[in-house]
């Protein structure tokens, strides 16, 4: 069983820095595209920002030049830096992962979210 774990949302200032955390765990053979994705209250998920297997990454217009997306293939583990947050960018975000295992090739997985809550 595979799951995905995100850690690291909060509560910080305009202007503040946060970093997530992804943790993939389970019977995993490699893992290949993974992303951040947020939904914030009455609107449709988006994708944050992604990272393959070989580094290269792609981010939301959004986002570009605040979030760094980045990941450590020996951990299984995905990060995201958000700097110079805006209350616009409070959401859930959720983890998700291409993975392979012995039984499927990059099947799906999500993780469960943190929340990210940017306010004075």
């Known amino acids: 069983q595979v799951q995905l774990v995100e850690s ?5 200032q305009p202007g503040g820095s946060l970093r997530l955390s992804c943790a993939a765990s389970g019977s ?5 595209t993974m992303g ?5 209250p009455g609107k449709q ?8 297997s070989g ?17 450590d293939n020996a951990k299984n583990t995905m990060y995201l830096q ?9 959401a859930v975000y959720y983890c ?13 997985y999500w993780g469960k979210g943190t929340l990210v809550t940017v306010s004075s």
């Open 45 to 52: 998920r988006e994708l944050v920002a992604s990272i393959t």
């Open 82 to 90: 958000m700097n110079s947050l805006k209350p616009e960018d409070t």
């Open 28 to 32: 995993i053979c490699s893992i290949n």
């Open 8 to 12: 690291g949302g909060g509560l910080v």
């Open 96 to 108: 998700n992962a291409g993975i392979n295992t012995r039984e499927y090739v990059n099947m799906n």
């Open 55 to 71: 580094g290269r990454t792609n981010y939301a217009d959004s986002v570009k030049g605040r979030f760094t997306i980045s990941r």
């Open 36 to 40: 951040w994705y947020r939904q914030a």
